[in-house]
Structure formats: C-alpha cells, structure tokens
C-alpha cells in the first residue's frame, strides 16, 4: 500500500489547511488511518486516528476541537481538516495505515504498517 499526502502549505495563526491522504491499492483493507506530525528537533508525534469501519475517531489533547479527521471509503481516503492553526502545529504531517486490530487509543503509540511521505504545514504567527 502506497499513501500518498497532499494539501500542505503555509498559513497564517488562527488560520485553516485541510490535508488529504490516498491510498493507492483498491485492495486497501486498512483497519484505521491515523496522522502523525514531527516538528524539527522533535520526535513524531500522534494528532488523530480513524477507524475504517464505523468511523470512529480519536484525536490528541493538541488538537482536539481544532482538528476534524474523516475518511472516505469509497475513495480509500482520510482527511484532517485544521482550523485554528498555531505556530506549534509547524511541522511535517504524516499519514499511516493500521491494517490489524489496535484500540483506537493506542494508534498514539504510532504502531502503523505503512507509511506515507508528508507534507509540510507552516503556521507563522
């Protein structure tokens, strides 16, 4: 599986980006997708999860109420939609897929089978 992540740009504070990420096999079977973001001189960390049956979510504290992740099925697809943005939300973000079972709650870990290449996202103040 190849993922492929797009909509990275700059913004400004209080400002909005939407990420997308894609799939590249119609035989997708992922169990969730999550995004994932390093900051430079920071270690990788979680912003949100998304089951791909039911579509339950799961956010960290960071973003929660700023960000909103869904996914299409159909076009084998997640998006993160970031309003409010903040010079701290500077950082590459990643895409990844969980094709086995894990609790929602532990995609934080960032224990994903396939990766995506990132897109930056610039929020100056």
């Known amino acids: 599986v190849q993922l492929q992540a797009s909509g990275g740009g700059l913004a400004q504070t209080g400002g909005s980006l939407s990420l997308s990420c894609t799939a590249s096999?119609?035989?997708?079977?992922?169990?969730?997708m999550g995004w994932f973001r390093q900051a430079p001189g920071k270690e990788r960390e979680f912003v949100a999860a998304?089951?791909?049956?039911?579509?339950?979510?799961y956010y960290a504290d960071s973003v929660k109420g700023r960000f909103t992740i869904s996914r299409d099925n159909a076009k084998f697809a997640v998006y993160l939609q970031m309003n409010a943005l903040k010079p701290e939300d500077t950082a590459v973000y990643y895409c990844?897929?969980?094709?086995?079972?894990?609790?929602?709650?532990?995609?934080?870990?960032?224990?994903?089978?396939?990766w995506g290449k990132g897109t930056q996202v610039t929020v100056s103040s």
């Open positions: 096999t119609r035989t997708f079977s992922g169990y969730g």
């Open positions: 990844a897929v969980r094709s086995s079972y894990l609790p929602l709650t532990s995609f934080s870990r960032g224990i994903m089978d396939y």
């Open positions: 998304v089951m791909w049956s039911g579509g339950s979510t």
